[in-house]
């Protein structure tokens, strides 16, 4: 029965029957590589929003891989009904959250320059480093996944794997941000640049998942009148910061990009 | 009527569209209030104040079988023609007014797919953008035979 397979944990099932993982790859569910993997098949393929002839074929497929013997039919799939692609069109206030994950990703576009500069350097230039990581506690950290914690994510069951997996990523953000941080201050320059790597592989996935997967995942379940009350949460908190704030940590990525980019095309 | 403008091209769909089950018994209205037509409504009026609102095209709810239980329900309403309603600058500072004085939520402009009916959502957006509070815009888009074409948050 597919019931049995849907409702057991995604890294269990990947581990029996680690094919499953491939199939799930194909379908773009990047599964495997997750490290906390306690979500729910069922859940995995259910944030992905799948047309109904996708979803039973992957799950037809999945099964078939898992219980080779097992007689069960191939879902009737209509080839000539072409599914359109669909865009995603998010709520306004996951819209500012996507635009702002365009500033952090500037910022993780930098990363490889800035270690090698690191490294090609005589000393640490610390001042550097810290600004990097203000950029990162300030504005990735405090001004925007603030209001994914504190706001957005009450919206959903916050217990749910789901979420809780973007906690972890989180967390461990900021484990490799502390480490960063103890390589600047000790002159560390491999601890410098396997944290900051590791930051920006991490965030990297985590941005893709929250923009393509969770975001449209929550905007779906959200009222209208939810929609609403999410934006004047998220404006009163932009606004306790005030306008300065995003301004500045822009400016602070144009000036590195200018620096760095130009030391690239050199 | 010339045929050259979709928005009053004359179609007849009578055979075509799918008439659905028969039903029995009474739907319920959502309506919650009165006036409806946008002229007519006032912005100070407690049914708008911090409420979710719809901006309907006139020809909307006659083309959308389900418009009470899917769209009306839980929202308060205006109703307008964007192609032949007078004086519609007074739209726009009632838009304005809602957004600002009634501090509404969020506001819904649905319009029928003709041309024509975009002039709406221009209003819309006209009047949000003459606001200062700041407010979730979307756009509901219906099909000639009262299908949804679009549902977008603009």
Known sequence: MLSDIQSREIKEVIETCPEVGNILEEYGIGCVPCSVGSCYLSDVVGIHNLDPQTEATLMYRIEKAMYPDRDIPEPKVDLTKKVAPKEINYSPAVRNLVEEHVLIKRMLALIPAITDYVDSSDGVDKELIMGCVDFIRGYADKFHHMKEEDILFKYVDELGEIIQVMYKDHDTGRNHVRQAVEGAESGNKAQIREHLFGYKELLTQHIKKEDEILYPWIDRQLTDKQVGELFQKCSAADASVGEELPRRYEKFIIDLEEKFLKEVSK | ?154
């Not at chain 2, 045929?3 to 799918?18: A, L, R, V």
């Not at chain 2, 407690?46 to 899917?70: I, N, S, T, W």
């Not at chain 2, 797919?113 to 756009?139: F, H, N, Y």
Request: hydrophobic letters at 35%; a negative charge.
């Open chain 2, 1 to 154: 009527m010339s045929d050259c403008c979709p928005g009053s091209k004359t179609m007849d769909f009578s055979e075509k569209t799918d008439q659905g089950d028969s039903e029995t018994g009474k739907r319920p209205s959502q309506l919650r209030q009165w006036p409806i037509q946008l002229h007519l409504v006032s912005p100070q009026a407690p049914y708008y104040q911090e409420k979710d609102v719809m901006l309907v095209a006139d020809c909307v709810p006659f083309a959308l079988g389900d418009f009470h239980k899917d769209f009306l329900k839980g929202k308060s309403l205006a109703i307008a023609c964007p192609k032949l309603d007078s004086e519609q600058e007074i739209y726009v500072e009632k838009i304005k007014s809602l957004i600002d004085d009634a501090k509404i939520n969020t506001l819904t402009v649905q319009i029928m797919q003709v041309p024509c009916c975009s002039g709406l959502v221009q209003v819309a957006k006209a009047g949000a953008d003459k606001a200062t509070r700041k407010i979730p815009l979307k756009q509901v888009v219906v099909g000639l035979e009262g299908d949804i074409l679009s549902e977008d948050w603009i």
